[in-house]
């Protein structure tokens, strides 16, 4: 429990819940944590391309929304995990997420909703760090040593992202050359606008259209397309050797019956892993999420082990869970972990599954999900334990900018030392902050 219990200042003494709307429209879970002295917010971020292994979110069903209206879910909160959390201390971040797991009772988080506990989770530590007088990322650090991620902009959609029939889901440009992170974000919009005007002038005004994440969805053909063109926006901004790219397939969304759909061909597992050594042959790719379905322990195992010099992460394969990177870790399938707050359904959960990457010498990004909102607690997260890496898509789109824009102000107001995570990216920290080890 963090330093300033003892004065009760702490004291949770309301919680609500009440529906908001995500960046896609659909309704998600936004709750408020008054304690005495502070209070916090947080909302529910839900992806498109989700794993099966995920915390399940909770959706009504029926005609409002479409089904996804999140009224029971928001019930939840107001009646039966608020009315236990009145009276306990917002800085218990372990004991607040273990009452919570225990009111729902399922390993799924099916019965409350996850979407329902992370919200309430997130609130309780913004409420923390509000009581005490500090900014969330402060809170969530507690280390005198800031560290800004290196952000990892989708930039071309593809996937469940978009509708152009690519079948790679993100194209990411990852600024690692650059010496702060005010700069990392002045190549990102360089090379963002600069690869827009060059789509329009090929492909015309409708291949500039945005997907999700912010990121252009134009008409390429095959995968390698938008890498060659990615080359070309980076030499022609000045940014080469010091912008490179990264790659998330979320394979799962085009596998079927065995095989990857790519490119109009059904590939194997090996033909895939073919191509995606070509593709590292060819380009300044340093990372790639989910080469594989979620369930390929083994193919994860056999790149990672092909490709050492890249960060293979697992999203999907791994859904922010210490036990699935626990069997990642046995077989060797992956070296980094995304990390996604709602996939676990709270935020100790998550925390402890970077501990558990950082312990095995890991990698890990943090990242928003496609359906997000103007709330900035996964960059204040990145900030907290140390990250080096985030995933927020295009610099396009407030649900997208909040996050650097975020980060733009805690490199330009934080007091004492701050450095940019550039070319140490995967490995900027080596534990999580004491907070979280109950020091």
Known sequence: MAAGWETGADLIVGVRAIEVLDSRGNPTVEVHVAAKRGKGAAIAPSGASTGIFEAVELRDGGKRYGG??????????????????????????????????????????????????????????KAAASCLGLKTHEYLGARKRVVIPVPFCNVINGGKHAANGLAFQEYMVAPIGAKRFSEAMEATCSIYHTLGKKLQAKHGPGSTNVGDEGGYAPPFATVAEPLAFLEEVVEETGWKGKVFFALDLAASSFFENGKYLVDGKKLTPGELADVLSGLCKEYPIISIEDPFEENAFGDFASFTKKHPKIQVVGDDLLVTNTTRIKTALEQGACNALLLKPNQAGSLSEAVAAVETAYENGWGVMASHRSGDSEDVFIASLAVGLGIGQLKSGAPARGERTSKYNNLLRIESFSEGSVEYAGKNFRRPVTSVPKLWRGE
């Open 68 to 125: 996804k209206g999140v009224a029971t879910a928001v019930s939840n909160v107001n009646k039966i995990i608020g009315p236990k959390l009145v009276g306990m201390h917002a800085t218990d971040q372990v004991g607040l997420d273990s009452l919570m797991r225990k009111l729902d009772g399922t390993d799924d988080k099916h019965k409350l909703g996850a979407n329902a506990i992370v919200a309430t989770s997130m609130a309780c530590a």
